[in-house]
């Protein structure tokens, strides 16, 4: 990471000369993206080359050895949903609103108000402080309420612009710091991530800004598009709480699916053998679609 000639070193407030790391990433339109990418290709590296301590053995390998003799047991994997938990942002937050304001009961956080129809009928929670998470880091439409103690309340959702699209806490900031220097406008009844979008892809001179916002919404928006794809059937609305499956569930889905595809073809061509004595039976039939057509979703 040193190396990067847009790099702050060690300590950023010991640069001197005319050392700028700002400009350089501004000159090289270095995004945050490219960061990540090198931390994964750097870890990858890692564990498939082999450590002289592990007897010349690659990380993975040595696991691999670890765990194949007699006594080997199988290796634990964390729960996904749990880990994330474990970095998830929340706040201590008061619960506004009320008969005396005349407002349903709601929380303001992260430049958003939150609510639910639960929560709407609990005025006697109004004035309290409560913990508000974010259990998605890619979907800040949706945030859990719990006491101090730990005890789950209920779900708010975030309410407009800011319910319709998923979205990370971040994306959210840079749309407030774009709508504050007039660059979009923002209104309850326009989309705040389609502002972004038009505003991003719709330069004079045809180039994206440099701000890494817009490629993490395009991130955030391919993985949510594709667990749709895995699984057509998914509520859209609890989408925040999906998990992948894991490769072997999804093998079993894939042979499943052609068990059905094969049993279908079968049949049809039975049916057709059937009825080519018939009149009908020299008109040309179209293909059976076998899947289904799906709509976009953003």
């Known amino acids: 990471m040193h190396n990067l000639s847009n790099s702050t070193k060690s300590k950023p407030a010991d640069l001197k000369g005319d050392v700028e790391p700002a400009k350089k990433a501004y000159e090289l339109q ?82 958003a108000r939150y609510s639910s129809e639960d929560l709407a009928h ?40 800011w319910h319709h699209t998923p979205h990370s806490l971040y994306v959210r900031s840079a749309i407030r710091a774009l709508a504050r220097q007039r660059f979009i406008h923002l209104t309850s009844s326009n989309h705040a991530i389609d502002e972004l979008i038009k505003y991003s892809e719709n330069q004079r001179d045809k180039k994206l800004p440099v701000h890494p916002a817009y490629l993490e919404l395009r991130r955030i928006l391919q993985a949510y598009s594709e667990n749709i794809a895995l699984n057509p059937s998914i509520d859209p609305i609890s989408l925040s709480s999906y998990t992948q499956p894991a490769p072997d569930e999804f093998d079993d889905l894939c042979e499943i699916s052609e068990l059905n595809e094969a049993k279908i073809a079968q049949k049809n061509n039975q049916m057709t053998v059937k009825n080519t004595n018939s009149p009908i039976a020299d008109i040309p039939k179209k293909p059976l679609q076998l899947t289904m057509r799906k709509a976009r979703t953003w």
């Not at 194949?68 to 474990?86: T, Y």
């Not at 880091?137 to 209920?154: F, H, K, M, N, P």
């Open 30 to 111: 270095f995004q945050v993206e490219y960061i990540y990418e090198l931390l994964d290709v750097i870890i990858a590296n890692y564990n498939a080359t082999p450590h002289h301590g592990i007897g010349y053995r690659t990380p993975l390998a040595q696991m691999k050895f670890l765990n194949g003799g007699k006594n080997s047991v199988c290796i634990r994997k964390a729960d996904p949903r749990q880990v994330a938990r474990l970095g998830a942002t929340r706040k201590l937050c008061k619960l506004l609103g009320g008969k005396n304001s005349g407002r349903r009961p709601h929380f303001h956080f992260k430049n």
């Open 122 to 161: 609990r005025l006697d929670l109004v004035g309290g402080d409560f913990w508000l998470t974010i259990e998605n880091e890619d979907d800040a439409r949706w945030a859990t309420v719990s006491t101090q103690e730990g005890l789950y309340i209920c779900t708010v959702r975030a309410a407009p612009p």
